[in-house]
């Protein structure tokens, strides 16, 4: 083939990109220019490694000898967010805080459910430690006390997770802690540190640091397998793990914090329906069975959440895509009145759908009617086009609702339509300049995994006046470092994102900061 | 006051927050916390607390975002109702909110349940404002004589200011230097001396509020009956603008009418709570009275800083309690203390007149 090298190497210039969603398991093979060379959708199995392992499979069956063409392998996944769910595989965190005096009247995980924190905490304490918002420590860090904890959970705690006051504007005592933990436990229990997860807000922050710990056996299981099925293959390649804000993280790192694949689905649909469309700023719909999931394309990436989220009845505050879910997709069911769902027939559309033969009128008959789609085929009777047209219109309205709220009011975004229902969308919508299906729009997902750049990020409290220029370059040196760190190409990365958000009630103006650097994967 | 009321009692100050006050996820946190670990708090009306005996008000001073990342220590109350009975010399009966409004009206109940006292249901804003001498207490002319701070550390100290808005002004300094988050009492005052000088009846009144929105199929019906506001307008934010100065958030925010409400634009003015609202040039209302801003369908508070374009809102107004009404109580907090050059008009001749 023209893209061998000479000399006898095959060129490892083919990406499998693998998103293991809740329903369906999806992959596919990209070139180097972005062709999609195979492709598969795959049912989810519950143990994740067997769905995993079919839908790989069946794409490296498609390549024939191109097989060995193949240099990474990106994987992108809800596991970490079902094992949260349903409290499988977590392990057992010590959870300690570095802020006494202050912070004591609010303990580690006291908001969470009982049987999550049961399944979940070992050990939680609250040491001597963390910084004022200008720096200052509130108290020197403890040595001994922290000894004293962590020589009582040896061999109890399967990970530890460390949260300071204050840390994401200064990291020392949480990187200083982490030194002594390992000093202590060594290398083989994991530590977090929150200064690397999430943002200002100590408990939400917390939250995050302490599932993030829980979750790395979990995540090297996904690994596992993973590495498994290569190995099987005889393959030797480079894995990635897609994360939340839709880059990649390399695979040591990915181990080190799992919580952050946790919205990585919705961030790989939007970024793949970036690239087969080509296209940096859009609206996304990602259209399923019983959803519509609508995100926002912003300079390339996915627009982030500036609100916290609930993961399993715990309130988190890392990076998460901007998504607006709207109870609408091919399942939907429609009343006799014309209502549009909330209730959807989901997977049984198949057989319940009046197009497909079944007794419940669907927005799947309802947008085939309207011609959107597929040709009906079963006819639907006609004493029912009334009530299907006007759950048309009614749907229409969401839509374009959703997209009104998504835009910030700017009309003349594209809009581009992905996933398996994305026929329902019209071709023309209020506030949409343009709707654009790009082909194999319904594996966009596992797209957005093959794809992905690599990111870092950093969030700190600076001066508002004096000294700010200063300080948002030195935070853009250390969010391209934490890129690098992360598998990214020196020469490439870029500065993609900075929030400047001001402070109320402080002496000083003061503004929080949070730069995103990004770049491509270095070169194998 | 038992750990089931809480939300909704959070609820219900989020609302009388006229979109500031502060986060109250914080405060119900460590209110549930406390009660679990010191017991319930009784609720009672200032007719119960004995005249020579003390009313302790409380409420957290310093930034938002700071008091959200360094929690307190937890003993701060006690080491205030200790110097507070030292320097007094007689014991502390109760713990009032200072302001009902946003965190400061949740977190009396821990406070509360700390100190193992009862909660008196009175506060002295009968909703939030930005500064220390805004509160009923100051507008009655009692003395502000007394200012107790502590903060994480376990450092107390005691401000004995010519009046409210010196406490503010010190206060405020003593609160940066504690790293911009502390605990403070001001207008420690006798149950005598309380009566007729604070605003009584709100703690039922927030906790009404939280059960209404919660349990109502018509959560902004409910919401309304509750208030006995009006709804200026219903909904969707088109424009939201913030900046800062003089340590407040200030901007404003743009409502486009909705259904029956289409075709008309309500403006917002914000200085950390919604001040003013304005149509056509022309004030529908106006501070002291409340103007708050829920969601649409669950009647939500929606604060000033988590305003985004798209929400589907409702803005509410009604009135405030008369003592802001008079004389120097719009002095202190009518239009013109916020920098606003226009005369109060109270809310029910606005939009009934």
């Known amino acids: ?524 | 006051m038992t750990l089931d009321d809480v939300p909704a009692l959070a609820r219900g100050c989020a609302i009388l927050g006229t979109g500031g006050g502060g986060d109250v996820e914080t405060g119900t946190l460590t209110a549930v916390r406390a009660i679990d670990e010191y017991g319930e708090v009784p609720l009672i009306p200032l007719s119960e607390v004995p005249d020579d005996s003390l009313v302790l008000p409380l409420s957290g001073i310093g930034a938002p975002t700071v008091a959200h990342e360094m929690l307190m220590s937890g003993e701060e109350p006690l080491l205030i109702r200790d110097e507070v009975e030292r320097i007094l010399g007689r014991p502390v009966a109760a713990v009032m909110a200072c302001e009902i409004g946003g965190s400061n009206g949740v977190g009396p109940v821990g406070w509360a349940a700390r100190l193992g006292l009862p909660l008196v249901d009175a506060d002295g804003m009968g909703r939030a404002f930005p500064e220390v001498q805004m509160v009923s207490m100051y507008v009655a002319g009692r003395p502000v004589n007394l200012v107790v701070l502590a903060d994480v550390q376990g450092n107390v100290t005691t401000v004995r200011p010519i009046d409210g808005l010196w406490s503010e002004r010190i206060s405020r300094a003593v609160c940066i230097a504690s790293g911009a988050s502390a605990l403070m009492a001001d207008y420690v005052l006798t149950g005598a001396q309380a009566r007729g000088a604070v605003i009584e009846g709100t703690v039922s009144k927030a906790l009404a509020i939280g059960h209404a929105v919660q349990e109502g199929a018509d959560p902004l019906g409910s919401l309304c009956a509750t208030l006995d506001a009006s709804v200026l307008i219903t909904g969707k934010v088109i424009d939201v603008e913030r900046r800062t100065g003089g340590g407040f958030v200030r901007g404003s925010l743009v409502i486009d009418g909705t259904g029956d409400d289409r075709g008309r634009l309500l403006r917002v003015e914000i200085q950390n709570e919604n001040l003013i609202a304005l149509e056509d040039g022309r004030a529908r209302a106006c501070v002291p009275d409340l103007i708050t801003v829920v969601d649409a369908q669950t009647a939500g508070a929606i604060s000033t800083e988590s305003l985004r374009y798209g929400q589907r809102v409702a803005v509410l107004s009604w009135p405030c309690d008369p003592i802001w009404r008079t004389e120097r109580g719009l002095a202190t907090a009518g239009p013109r203390a916020f920098g606003y050059d226009i005369d109060y008009t109270p809310v029910e001749e606005l939009n009934h007149g």
């Open chain 1, 1 to 524: 083939m023209a893209d061998r090298t000479s000399g006898g190497t095959v060129a490892r210039d083919l990406r499998i990109g693998v998103d293991v969603g809740g329903t369906n398991t999806d992959a596919v093979v990209l070139s180097a220019k972005g062709e999609v060379l195979a492709r598969t959708k795959q049912a989810t199995s519950a143990d994740v490694s067997s769905g995993l392992h079919t839908a790989l499979t069946a794409v490296l069956d498609q390549l024939g000898d191109d097989v060995r063409r193949v240099g990474r392998v990106m994987l992108g996944t809800t596991h970490a967010t079902n094992a949260i769910l349903e409290r499988r595989g977590l392990g057992k965190v010590a959870a300690i805080r570095l802020g006494g005096p202050a912070t004591t009247s609010v303990p580690p995980a006291q908001s969470w459910p009982a049987d999550l924190s049961a399944a979940i905490t070992a050990r939680t304490a609250v040491l001597p430690g963390g910084h004022y918002v200008d720096g200052r420590p509130i108290s020197k860090l403890d040595p001994g006390a922290l000894r004293a904890v962590l020589a009582d959970v040896a061999g109890e705690a399967d990970a530890i997770a460390l949260t300071g006051v204050f840390s994401p504007a200064f990291a020392d005592q949480e990187l200083e802690a982490a030194e002594i933990a390992r000093e202590e436990l060594g290398d083989a229990v994991p530590i977090s540190m929150s200064h690397e997860i999430g943002t200002l807000g100590l408990l939400e922050r917390e939250n995050a640091t302490i599932l993030n710990a829980s979750l790395y056996r979990v995540i090297s299981a996904v690994w596992d397998g993973l590495q498994h099925t290569l190995a099987e293959r005889g393959l030797d390649v480079t894995t990635y793990f897609a994360q939340n804000d839709g880059t990649l993280m390399a695979i040591d790192y990915a181990v080190r914090y799992p919580v952050l694949t946790i919205g990585s689905g919705p961030a790989n649909s939007i970024r793949g329906a970036a690239f087969l469309s080509g296209l940096t700023d859009a609206i996304i719909a990602d259209v399923g069975g019983t959803s519509t999931d609508f995100g926002v394309l912003y300079a390339g990436f996915p627009r982030e959440s500036s609100a916290g989220v609930e993961i399993g009845g715990v309130r988190t505050n890392f990076r998460m895509p901007d998504i607006l879910a709207l109870a609408l997709g091919g399942g939907t069911v429609i009343g006799p009145d014309g209502a549009v769902g909330p209730q959807s027939v989901g997977y049984r559309i198949t057989e319940k759908a009046l197009t497909f033969g079944g007794d419940t009128p669907t927005m799947t008959d309802a947008g085939a009617l309207a011609g959107r789609g597929a040709p009906t085929g079963t006819p639907v009777p006609e004493r029912l086009h009334g009530v299907l047209g006007s759950a048309v219109r009614t749907a229409d309205q969401m839509l374009a609702d959703a997209v009104d709220r998504m835009t910030l009011g700017k009309t003349d975004q594209p809009l581009i339509a992905v996933g398996g229902g994305a026929f329902l969308i019209p071709d023309a919508l209020d506030g949409v300049a343009e709707v654009i299906r790009p082909a194999h729009g319904d594996v966009a997902n596992a797209v957005g995994a093959a794809i992905a750049m690599v990111s870092g990020t950093i969030e700190t409290i600076i001066p508002a006046g004096e000294g700010r220029r200063e300080a948002i370059a030195e935070a853009s040196g250390v969010a391209g470092r934490r890129a690098v760190q992360a598998g990214a190409d020196p020469a490439g990365v870029e500065v993609v994102e900075i929030t400047e958000v001001p402070m109320s009630y402080l002496p000083e103006p003061a503004l929080r900061l949070r730069v995103k650097a990004a770049g491509p994967l270095g070169n194998l």
